[in-house]
């Protein structure tokens, strides 16, 4: 790990991924009776995993791991508010001091388990709750968007190029996409939606209709004319994932007659393994879209906004606002240069210095000094929540269900197989569902909003 974090071209935003997946990764080791049982012996005795009803285990360590991250992203966040530029000087805790942050991580995780429990009892109760819910709902919006994003690259690149290979990546990624839906439902009704499972069929019936509404949305004629570019890639893959959450929940709610699997702890180890990657690589790329789409979404700069020229009282003046940079050849430097190579001053080969210098430096050449790519404060933000949402992941959304397995065996302790766990994952299905769907009817009902789709 340290040798990662001193590579020059390990950008930023991987080494602050990596930083979460570890500290993911100890949460998830906190669960283990083994890990609570060191951190006891470790600490004298000092530091007890119980709560006033009983053993936690390991809920109030996960906690004690997450906050910790939470606070260290909190506090980047903050000592990067208003940074602009990477001329700032504060861009440099961003950008490096990795050793003082990793120092101050690892001192945060240390300085939590001599917190009291108290803290952390109304932490996963309250705020973890509050915040992994924010994170929840902007993941979703992000997937929605990505949704439309992957169909326009594929369709630009199809446009754009003579070769049918976009073509083919297009065709082929929405049917992988509702092959897995249909296969996911299939598998549903099959072994969830037995005589007794109203619930489950209805889970199961009600997402499949949504499904279908929204597959015939994409492709009206009045959303095609208001959005050229819909159709059914992106209702495919939001498809895909609504009856993956919605199957997540099924096969997660504790019914013996209505799931097979409530009694194979090893499909249970499964299905937590599978979750965790999910849910990490969903994370990684809600960050990354995050960071991408900062300025859209918390606001520009100053030095991004448009710039306003002054307008002359005549009517034949036309000179109004200039949203867009101007390009490396309309720059002051350039046309100096251009000049001074006109006037046989210098050779033309100074025209293209620049641009072999930053094509030779890539990602080490600091093209932030006239604007950072992304907002700071605002990646450390989405991290935080992040921190959160593993928190409630982790735990179960604070509740823990126990049976007693042999008499040689501890108690087995399930993850995701709650009441609450199960409503959380059906009710962020329907509000990604409906959330693709309003960005639909948005341009049809709107159409002055969104003409330039």
């Not at 990662?4 to 990596?18: E, G, N």
């Not at 296969?183 to 499904?211: D, K, M, P, Q, W």
């Not at 492709?219 to 095609?224: E, M, R, S």
Request: with cysteine; aromatic share 14%; hydrophobic share 45%.
């Amino acid at each position: 790990m340290g040798i990662l974090f001193s590579l020059p071209l390990v950008a930023p935003q991987l080494r602050l991924k990596i930083i979460f997946i570890f500290n993911s990764l100890l949460a998830w080791l906190m669960k283990t009776p083994f890990a609570i049982r060191k951190i006891e012996e470790w600490s004298y005795d000092y530091i007890k995993m119980e709560c006033e009803e009983g053993k936690c285990y390991g809920v109030l360590a996960v906690h004690r791991l997450c906050f910790a991250l939470f606070l260290f992203h909190s506090l980047l966040s903050l000592s990067l508010i208003g940074v602009t530029e990477s001329r700032d000087r504060r861009a440099a805790i961003q950008n490096g001091w990795w050793g003082p942050k990793v120092l101050l991580w690892l001192l945060l995780m240390v300085v939590t388990f001599f917190i009291p429990n108290g803290f952390f009892i109304f932490w996963g109760d309250y705020v973890a709750l509050i915040g992994a819910t924010i994170f929840i709902l902007l993941g979703l919006v992000l997937l929605v968007d990505f949704a439309h994003s992957w169909s326009e690259t594929c369709l630009e690149n199809w446009e754009k190029s003579e070769s049918t290979l976009w073509q083919w990546i297009l065709i082929g990624s929405t049917a992988v996409m509702y092959i897995m839906a249909i296969t996911l439902t299939g598998v549903l009704y099959g072994y969830f939606a037995g005589s007794e499972c109203t619930l489950n069929r209805f889970f199961i019936s009600f997402n499949l209709s949504l499904c279908i509404i929204s597959t015939i949305m994409s492709i009206h004629p009045a959303v095609q004319a208001s959005n050229p570019r819909s159709g059914l890639a992106q209702s495919g893959m939001v498809a895909a994932y609504c009856t993956y959450l919605i199957t997540s929940a099924v096969t997660n709610h504790a019914h013996e007659s209505c799931n097979p699997f409530t009694r194979s702890s090893t499909t249970g180890t499964t299905t937590v393994v599978l979750g965790a990657v999910f849910t990490f690589l969903a994370i990684a790329y809600s960050t990354s879209r995050a960071a991408t789409q900062s300025r859209a979404l918390v606001g520009r700069g100053k030095k991004s906004g448009a710039v306003y020229l002054p307008i002359d009282d005549e009517p034949q003046s036309e000179m109004g606002v200039v949203s867009t940079q101007p390009g490396r050849t309309e720059s002051p430097r350039y046309q100096a240069l251009l000049a001074a190579v006109q006037a046989g001053a210098i050779p033309e080969s100074a025209l293209y210095e620049e641009e072999e210098e930053e094509e030779d430096y890539g990602e080490t050449k600091d093209d932030e000094r006239s604007g950072t790519r992304y907002n700071y404060a605002w990646f450390h933000v989405i991290f935080a929540l992040g921190a959160m949402y593993v928190a409630m992941l982790l735990t179960d959304w604070n509740v823990v269900s126990t049976e007693q397995g042999s008499v040689d065996s501890e108690e087995i302790v399930y993850i995701g197989r709650s009441e609450t766990a199960m409503w959380m994952r059906v009710v962020s299905s329907w509000v990604c569902m409906f959330l693709y769907m309003w960005s639909l009817l948005a341009p049809v009902f709107m159409p002055d909003r969104f003409g330039d789709l």
